[in-house]
């Protein structure tokens, strides 16, 4: 099984002594957080994508390039590439361009965004959120299946005799994976496709995440891709370690009140108890985790956010340091211990495409031909 970081890039002043990072800070603080967990033993580090404050991620493939080449077995992916405002010619080349130079070691996570304004600024419409992703993400497969492409739609000007360059490395596409929090067709899309689902329940309680899940579960099955406890599924996650429940709590409370993402909602008590953040021991945290299997069963990717708040780097390193020494390798065991034998331990990777080029995540679903 998989486990790894992923990072919004927020840039959040430090509630507790008034400092606030450049964006320059911000940015070497993702890296070196990309880089702890290559030390510490994970597997995936995952950035998000952003175009308005206050978050700086706004160029994913560029600093994902930059982390590959101080890496050498890191898994380089994103927690949210937006297919909806991101023309599709350019996620093909980009995606393309990083395998190369990552030798492989790249997937990227397919999302809608939750940010309206960022539709217009360029230049989409987001009533059409929903046809833009199923439309973008059609195209951006036969971009990277098909050496020319022929193809016309709704929401782009028409291709015609386009080749789209460099071509995936190895001719294998990287493996993707939809990212959804309540959107049922997204679900639907992944599980035609025979891809990924990553159901991000940072803000979710458990009964949502098991029916988002489990939608994607029994489509992937009718699509004809295998049992649906073989679908291929990610789960997010957040957590706060201490040496006691109440030390982990005292020190992280601050950071939680004032966090852009749910600051000044709902307690953080009530917080760690409709969701899966977990604000204490190390063992506090192992527990809750094995509990996501129970929720919507056993599953191949698992993504923490650690970085996010204002927490300074340092404790973020610690906190790094914590989950590859003391909660990765006992997750491990414990999800492989419960996990059937017919049921995937990873998703798929660049090498293991290579091996299956026939595999179903290279269906093509039909389309608008000219």
């Known amino acids: ?55 700086v991620p706004s160029s994913p493939t560029t600093h994902l390039a930059f982390i590959a080449a101080q890496t050498e077995r890191l898994i380089l992916s994103t927690s949210t590439t937006l297919i909806t405002t991101n023309d599709p010619v350019k996620i093909a080349e980009d995606f393309a361009f990083l395998q190369h130079l990552a030798g492989g070691r790249v997937d ?30 059609h195209l951006l497969r036969r971009l990277w299946r098909e050496e020319i492409v022929n193809w016309q739609g709704e929401f782009r000007t028409p291709l015609q005799g386009y080749t789209s360059t460099p071509a995936p490395l190895d001719g294998v596409p990287p493996f993707v994976w939809h990212g959804s929090i309540r959107s049922v067709e997204i ?45 291929i599924v990610g789960l997010g996650g957040q957590f706060f370690v201490g040496e006691t429940e109440e ?39 192992i527990e809750r985790t094995m509990q996501f299997a129970d929720w919507v069963g056993d599953y191949q990717r698992q993504l923490f956010l650690v970085d996010h708040a204002g927490l300074p780097l340092e404790v973020v390193l610690q906190q790094i340091e914590i989950l590859g020494r ?26 293991t495409l290579r091996a299956n080029p026939d595999s179903a995540h290279f269906q093509v679903m039909p389309g608008k031909d000219i």
């Open 1 to 55: 099984m998989q486990f790894g970081i992923f990072t919004i890039g927020d840039v959040t002043t430090d509630p507790t002594n008034g400092t606030t990072p450049t964006e320059a800070e911000r940015i070497q603080s993702m890296t070196a957080i990309a880089l702890k967990a290559e030390e510490v033993g994970l597997d995936v580090f995952a950035t998000g994508e952003h175009h308005n404050p206050p978050f």
């Open 108 to 137: 990227l996570m397919m999302g809608r965004g939750n940010t309206g304004p960022v539709y217009p600024w360029f230049g989409k419409d987001i009533r059409k959120g929903i046809p833009l992703a199923i439309e973008n993400y």
């Open 187 to 231: 679900a639907d899309q992944a599980a035609f496709y025979g891809d990924g689902f990553f159901h991000n329940n940072i803000f979710w309680n458990k009964e949502h995440t098991a029916k988002m899940v489990g939608i994607y579960r029994r489509k992937f099955e009718r699509y004809g891709h295998g049992r649906a406890d073989q679908a």
């Open 247 to 285: 030390a982990a709590k005292k020190f992280f409370r601050p950071y939680f009140d004032n966090a852009p993402v749910y600051g000044h909602g709902p307690s953080l008590e009530e917080f760690t108890t409709a969701t899966p953040l977990t604000v204490g021991t190390v063992e506090q945290v």
């Open 326 to 351: 003391d909660i990765v390798p006992e997750l491990r065991r414990r999800m492989e211990a419960r996990r059937p034998d017919h049921v995937p331990s990873n998703p798929p990777t660049h090498a």
